[in-house]
């Protein structure tokens, strides 16, 4: 089985720096991905670590230790518009690389202040 | 290129009946996952199709089934409705082959009445 967690809530104020933490548990690993969500929209994808370090997308960057079996997005200059929910999910080694079986968390909810 | 499309937004049923849903995934990808998404439960995986064939299945009961057509086109099925399947129902098409993103719908908000 699959086991991910992360935290709940989380605020920030805006043009500050935030890292919203997942770690999992799994019985084989494929792949580790970032969504983001808005409410009532579709979730959008953010980040894909398979190897570890560090992966940077603009302000975006996401981490991944898999011996630790831990991750992390770190979102820099941090603007009204990022308050959303953010969902770490895995994929496990037993779907095959380019399957789309996914775990997910149960997603982080990211407010920003002014 | 268009998106991924999702039929119909919105839909509600009652318990015991039956609903179909569709996905078309973005043109020259051959797979589709569907996903139910509570508030309680979060983003669950209910199975994912790739050309023509199921590929994996998530730990949903039997009344959740689905397919998918040669064009790509998906659906879903949930027969004898229950309360509990009031859910958001989210699919997500990829190319399928390889470590490649996948894209969401804006997915079929369900309700059970």
């Known amino acids: 089985g699959q086991n991910i967690d992360q935290p709940t809530e989380m605020t920030a104020t805006e043009g500050a720096i935030v890292q919203i933490n997942c770690t999992y548990q799994t019985s084989g690993f494929n792949g580790l991905f970032w969504y983001q969500q808005h409410a009532g929209e579709a979730p959008t994808f953010l980040s894909y670590n398979v190897l570890d370090g560090l992966e940077e997308k603009g302000r975006f960057s996401s981490f991944l230790s898999r011996s630790k079996g831990y991750s992390y997005l770190l979102l820099k200059e941090l603007q009204m518009k990022d308050s959303a929910s953010y969902l770490c999910?895995?994929?496990?080694?037993?779907?095959?690389?380019?399957?789309?079986?996914?775990?997910f968390g149960k997603g982080t909810k990211l407010s920003v202040i002014p | 290129k268009a998106g991924v499309t999702q039929t119909p937004r919105y839909l509600i049923k009652t318990r015991g009946q039956q609903v179909t849903l569709s996905c078309s995934p973005i043109?020259?990808?051959?797979?589709v996952s569907w996903y139910q998404q509570t508030p309680g439960q979060g983003l669950q995986f209910l199975f994912e199709?790739?050309?023509?064939?199921?590929?994996n299945k998530g730990n949903f009961p039997g009344r959740f089934s689905g397919r998918q057509f040669s064009n790509s086109r998906s659906e879903m099925n949930v027969s004898t409705l229950e309360l509990g399947d009031s859910a958001l129902y989210l699919c997500?098409?990829?190319?399928?082959?390889?470590?490649?993103?996948?894209?969401f719908g804006q997915g079929t908000r369900l309700t059970v009445v």
């Open positions: 199709y790739f050309s023509e064939t199921q590929r």
């Open positions: 043109s020259g990808h051959r797979s």
């Open positions: 999910a895995v994929r496990d080694g037993d779907s095959g690389a380019g399957s789309y079986q996914l775990t």
């Open positions: 997500a098409s990829s190319s399928g082959q390889g470590n490649t993103e996948a894209f």
